[in-house]
Nanobody, 125 residues
């Protein structure tokens, strides 16, 4: 069983930055990801870091590429999401997720067995 606790959300103006953290207890060796969900919208994958064979891959959704950076501190079992150049459309509840088995499609929420409680990010224009 894996427990995930996010922190770091808040309110910023457009163009600002935030850093989200997700502390994990338990094995996260298959991979972790950040998802987000805005009101009345579906949950969407933002970024992931995961094992693929002998490789470690990082992936981003197109709209955050170049603005967000996902990283994992393995000794602390903590996942980060550094968000820069934030836009109002980035406003959402951000969730940390961890996979229990090898990930096939990193953007599919069903690939992840464990979820955090979410942290709110609000970007004002």
């Amino acid at each position: 069983q894996v427990q995930l606790v996010e922190s770091g959300g808040g309110s910023v103006q457009a163009g600002g930055s935030l850093r989200l953290s997700c502390v994990a207890s338990g094995s996260t060796r298959y991979g972790m990801a950040w998802f987000r969900q805005a009101p009345a919208k579906e949950r969407e994958a933002v970024a992931a870091v995961y094992r693929s064979g002998i490789l470690t891959r990082t992936r981003y959704r197109d709209s955050v590429q170049g603005r967000f950076t996902i990283s994992k501190e393995y000794t602390e079992n903590t996942l980060y999401l550094q968000m820069s150049s934030l836009r109002p459309e980035d406003s959402a509840t951000y969730y940390c997720a961890a996979a229990g088995t090898e990930i096939g499609d990193w953007q599919r929420s069903s690939e992840y067995s464990y979820w955090g409680q979410g942290t709110q990010v609000t970007v004002s224009s």
